[in-house]
């Protein structure tokens, strides 16, 4: 079956460091790929997608591009800032009749001053 | 524009009893999904409601249980209540399949003492 896999956290970097947050995913065909970040007491927020392989998503600085040979998408960003502390979910949905969206376990991430 | 709104936002029940969530969707969409999110993991799907029957269901008992109105809205409920069953509660809507992402709501935080 379709799933997910994200690096566990937390994630403690210091502001202005470079983040990366790796996912692979397992899955028949060619998913849609989600990012989402989850800030403390609020539900999900899209952050970026990529529906083919070598899509990239962008967007607020954060990237990642839809590797179908290494079945992974992993999230980067090039400075963080302490704004960006949050947990960071990776998510597929499948090509098949599924309509559901399957998540990884979560990766939280902690920026310092 | 409102975007999904859930009611209520905490609910505090004891075993046994019996719950029902509240969810609305972003204007326009007609699509709705509710996932349970425990502590510390990803969302789990529930099941998604199109043209007010349930679309596909995720591996959750009968104890659960939703309904959507002809306003799109929509209900999830679970009775028999169970410790097992504290979690957050996302409601999640779309207009049609999703691959451009669901837009969640902030959740309804379920405790079962």
């Known amino acids: 079956g379709n799933s997910v896999t994200q690096m566990e956290g937390p994630?403690?970097?210091?502001?202005?460091?470079?983040?990366?947050?790796?996912?692979?995913?397992?899955?028949?065909?060619?998913?849609?790929?989600?990012?989402?970040?989850?800030?403390?007491?609020?539900?999900?927020?899209?952050?970026?997608?990529?529906?083919?392989?070598?899509?990239?998503?962008?967007?607020?600085g954060f990237e990642a591009t839809y590797r179908k040979e290494t079945t992974s998408f992993h999230l980067e960003k090039g400075s963080v800032q302490v704004s960006d502390s949050a947990v960071y979910f990776c998510a597929l949905l499948g090509m098949d009749s599924s309509y559901k969206l399957i998540f990884g376990s979560g990766t939280r991430l902690l920026v310092r001053p | 524009?409102?975007?999904?709104?859930?009611?209520?936002?905490?609910?505090?029940?004891?075993?046994?009893?019996?719950?029902?969530?509240?969810?609305?969707?972003?204007?326009?969409?007609?699509?709705?999904s509710w996932y349970q999110q425990a502590l510390g993991q990803g969302p789990q799907f529930i099941f998604q409601y199109y043209e007010e029957e349930e679309r596909q269901r995720g591996n959750f008992p009968d104890r659960f249980s939703g309904h959507q109105f002809p306003n799109y809205s929509s209900e999830l409920n679970v009775n028999a209540l169970l410790l097992g069953d504290s979690a957050l509660y996302l409601c999640a809507s779309s207009l049609g399949r999703v691959d451009y992402g669901y837009t969640f709501g902030s959740g309804t935080r379920l405790t079962v003492v």
Do not use: M
Not at chain 1, 15 to 35: D, K, Q, R, V
Not at chain 1, 45 to 58: F, R, V
Not at chain 2, 7 to 17: A, D, E, F, N, V
């Open chain 1, 11 to 60: 994630v403690t970097l210091s502001e202005e460091a470079f983040l990366t947050i790796n996912c692979t995913y397992t899955a028949t065909g060619y998913p849609s790929l989600f990012w989402y970040v989850q800030y403390p007491g609020e539900g999900l927020q899209l952050l970026l997608k990529a529906t083919k392989a070598d899509d990239k998503g962008s967007n607020k």
């Open chain 2, 1 to 32: 524009d409102a975007g999904v709104t859930q009611s209520p936002t905490h609910l505090i029940k004891t075993r046994g009893q019996q719950v029902t969530l509240r969810c609305s969707p972003k204007s326009g969409h007609d699509t709705v």
